[in-house]
């Protein structure tokens, strides 16, 4: 089996989940362990065997998967198999063990427990993961349902790490008593807060360093025009005929992969998110994944004793547009611009005769 294992603490499983989603739509197999796993009996025994088998981990590092002994058991198994590690930092600081590793820093500053806010990794992440995993042209799968607890253990090193499960993490206790409150203080203390909370942001809109574009979290994607980008010449394979006797007339078949290049430039201020705004482009051009793939049928016609090959021209395909703050197109204020190649265009320029 090939797919990336996810560790992270139970606490940050709202940013785990975003992760998990976005490698599947990047074409990754994922497995992360989820709460009905968490219930069943085999839990462990399906963690052991899921890394054992995974061709790539991750691990999403917080303050709070550092104190988790199955986060860090987790750890030491994948390094002991030698699993390629890919470190994501979401809180904190960066771990002793990983001090010699790189890894991708998606804090927010600002950042509190248990999401700390943080953003998903940038597109180079999932191509060096690419490198090393296998990266589905479709949407990848989430293989944590297959039973893997129900194989039989044959390898010695995964029997034993069954056999001796990590304790169960400490769970804050919401139970205990907290001291009593001294509301009236409390609330003059909040008072003063607001008041001087509303101060501040008053100078700071009479000295003009706030930029309001607008709410950053209602935007719109507005196509405007189409144009060509790069060309890229091409020949196809040779159409032999050199020994028949009558002409051949078939189409012969040419194709060519290319990537989904989004270009954002936003501007200063906006507030937005790339990833995020990255994500509804695509949407907008109902495009999944990153790769596409073009055909291309050349109607060939080949005399008797001849051998062509033909001269082709891939063009990319791009459309460009806005960024706009509002629902609606035309009605806000532009926070950006944006271009992607969505599609090839083939096209037949010469004919080459071989003989």
Same mark, same amino acid.
């Given at each position: 089996?090939?797919?990336?294992?996810?560790?992270?603490?139970?606490?940050?499983?709202?940013?785990?989940?975003?992760?998990?989603?976005?490698?599947?739509? *990047?074409?990754?197999?994922?497995?992360?362990?989820?709460?009905?796993?968490?219930?069943?009996?085999?839990?462990?025994?399906?963690?052991?065997?899921?890394?054992? *088998?995974?061709?790539?981990?991750?691990?999403?590092?917080?303050?709070?998967?550092? *104190?988790?002994?199955?986060?860090? =058991?987790?750890?030491?198994?994948?390094?002991?198999?030698?699993?390629?590690?890919?470190?994501?930092?979401?809180?904190?600081?960066?771990?002793?063990?990983?001090?010699?590793?790189?890894?991708?820093?998606?804090?927010?500053?600002?950042?509190?427990?248990?999401?700390?806010?943080?953003?998903?990794?940038?597109?180079?992440?999932?191509?060096?993961?690419?490198?090393?995993?296998?990266? =589905?042209?479709?949407?990848?799968?989430?293989?944590?349902?297959?039973?893997?607890?129900? =194989?039989?253990?044959?390898?010695?090193?995964?029997?034993?790490?069954?056999?001796?499960?990590?304790?169960?993490?400490?769970?804050?206790?919401?139970?205990?008593?907290?001291?009593?409150?001294?509301?009236?203080?409390?609330?003059?203390?909040?008072?003063?807060?607001?008041?001087?909370?509303?101060?501040?942001?008053?100078?700071?809109?009479?000295?003009?360093?706030?930029?309001?574009?607008?709410?950053?979290?209602?935007?719109?994607?507005?196509?405007?025009?189409?144009?060509?980008?790069?060309?890229?010449?091409?020949?196809?394979?040779?159409?032999?005929?050199?020994?028949?006797?009558?002409?051949?007339?078939?189409?012969?078949?040419?194709?060519?992969?290319?990537?989904?290049? &989004?270009?954002?430039?936003?501007?200063?201020?906006?507030?937005?998110?790339?990833?995020?705004?990255?994500?509804?482009?695509?949407?907008?051009?109902?495009?999944?994944? =990153?790769?596409?793939?073009?055909?291309?049928?050349?109607?060939?016609?080949?005399?008797?004793?001849?051998?062509?090959?033909?001269?082709?021209?891939?063009?990319?395909?791009?459309?460009?547009?806005? &960024?706009?703050?509002?629902?609606?197109?035309?009605?806000?204020?532009?926070?950006?611009?944006?271009?992607?190649?969505?599609?090839?265009?083939?096209?037949?320029?010469?004919?080459?005769?071989?003989?």
């Amino acid at each position: 089996m090939s797919h990336v294992f996810i560790s992270y603490s139970t606490l940050n499983s709202k940013f785990a989940q975003q992760l998990a989603d976005k490698l599947r739509k *990047e074409g990754f197999n994922v497995w992360i362990d989820n709460s009905q796993l968490r219930s069943s009996d085999n839990w462990w025994k399906s963690i052991v065997l899921a890394i054992r *088998e995974s061709s790539a981990f991750i691990v999403i590092m917080t303050p709070d998967a550092k *104190e988790s002994k199955w986060v860090q =058991r987790e750890v030491t198994l994948a390094d002991v198999w030698n699993k390629p590690i890919f470190p994501i930092l979401l809180g904190g600081d960066n771990w002793e063990i990983f001090v010699l590793t790189q890894y991708e820093d998606v804090h927010k500053p600002g950042g509190m427990q248990p999401d700390y806010k943080g953003k998903l990794p940038p597109e180079n992440f999932y191509e060096k993961l690419a490198e090393i995993t296998p990266r =589905r042209e479709m949407l990848g799968t989430d293989v944590t349902s297959q039973a893997l607890s129900e =194989r039989p253990i044959q390898d010695l090193s995964v029997a034993k790490e069954i056999a001796n499960p990590p304790p169960k993490d400490k769970i804050p206790d919401k139970s205990r008593v907290e001291p009593p409150v001294n509301w009236l203080s409390a609330a003059v203390i909040l008072v003063v807060i607001i008041i001087l909370g509303l101060l501040l942001y008053q100078t700071l809109v009479l000295i003009n360093l706030i930029q309001r574009p607008g709410n950053i979290d209602d935007y719109s994607i507005v196509d405007q025009r189409e144009i060509l980008g790069d060309v890229f010449p091409e020949m196809t394979q040779p159409v032999d005929n050199s020994q028949g006797t009558v002409d051949v007339s078939r189409d012969i078949a040419a194709n060519r992969q290319f990537r989904h290049i &989004i270009d954002v430039r936003l501007n200063a201020g906006s507030g937005l998110d790339r990833n995020d705004v990255e994500e509804s482009i695509l949407d907008t051009y109902n495009i999944a994944g =990153r790769i596409g793939e073009q055909l291309c049928l050349i109607p060939a016609d080949v005399p008797a004793g001849k051998s062509y090959a033909y001269n082709l021209e891939w063009t990319q395909i791009l459309r460009e547009g806005n &960024i706009e703050s509002g629902s609606f197109a035309g009605q806000g204020d532009i926070l950006g611009t944006y271009s992607i190649i969505i599609d090839l265009q083939c096209q037949v320029i010469g004919v080459q005769v071989l003989n």
